[in-house]
C-alpha cells in the first residue's frame, strides 16, 4: 500500500510526504489497471499509453497520465503544488461494456487513497468525472502519434479469460 512511501522518506514536509504518497497511489493503480486489462483478447483493449510530463513546459502542472481505451487517469499538481488524481471513463466503453471494469477501477482508486491504507491523508487527492468523456479518441491520437521519450504504449499480455467482477 503506500505506506511504503512514506517509511523511505522521514525527513520530507507533510506536504512532500502527502505528495510521495499520492505518486506511490498512482504506481500501484496503474498495477491494478494492468491486470484488469489482462482478459480482453483483443489487443486494443489491453494497451496502455503512458505520458510523463515532467519537462511539459506547455502543461506545467501536469506530471503523468495513464490512458486506455476504457478510461485515463491523471497525476497533476494543484494550484497549491499539491498531487491530485483526475479519474474519467470513456462514454462509448461504458455504453459496449457496461459499468464493471469502470467500477473495479474506482475500487483500485478507493483502496490505494484511503485513510486505511495511508499514513498520510490523501482521500482528498481523487477527482473522478461525474460525467463519460471522449477518452477513446485522445487514446487513439496518442496511440497515432507513436512512443517518444515521454510516451510509452504498452499492449499487455493477454491472460486467459478471468471472470470479471
Known amino acids: 500500500m503506500a ?3 512514506q517509511q523511505s522518506l522521514p525527513n520530507l514536509t507533510t506536504d512532500q510526504l502527502r505528495n510521495e504518497e499520492v505518486a506511490y497511489a498512482f504506481s500501484q493503480i496503474i498495477k491494478d489497471a494492468q491486470h484488469i486489462l489482462t482478459p480482453f483478447e483483443a489487443a486494443k483493449y489491453r494497451t496502455i499509453i503512458t505520458v510523463d ?6 502543461y506545467p502542472n501536469l506530471v503523468k ?16 503544488g499539491n498531487l491530485v488524481l483526475y479519474f474519467s471513463a470513456d462514454n462509448e466503453a461504458v455504453q459496449k461494456f457496461g459499468t464493471t471494469i469502470f467500477n473495479r477501477m474506482l475500487r483500485s482508486i478507493f483502496k490505494h487513497t484511503s485513510t486505511s491504507t495511508n499514513d ?16 477513446h479518441s485522445f487514446f487513439y491520437k496518442r496511440f497515432v502519434d507513436g512512443e517518444s521519450e515521454h510516451v510509452t504504449i504498452q499492449a499487455l499480455d493477454h491472460v486467459a479469460a478471468e471472470k470479471i467482477n
Open 3 to 5: 505506506k511504503k512511501a
Open 53 to 58: 510530463h515532467n519537462d511539459n513546459e506547455r
Open 120 to 135: 498520510t491523508n490523501i482521500e482528498g487527492c481523487v477527482r473522478i468525472s461525474a460525467d463519460t468523456k471522449d477518452v
Open 65 to 80: 497520465e495513464a490512458v486506455c481505451y476504457f478510461w485515463s487517469l491523471t497525476l497533476s499538481k494543484n494550484k497549491g
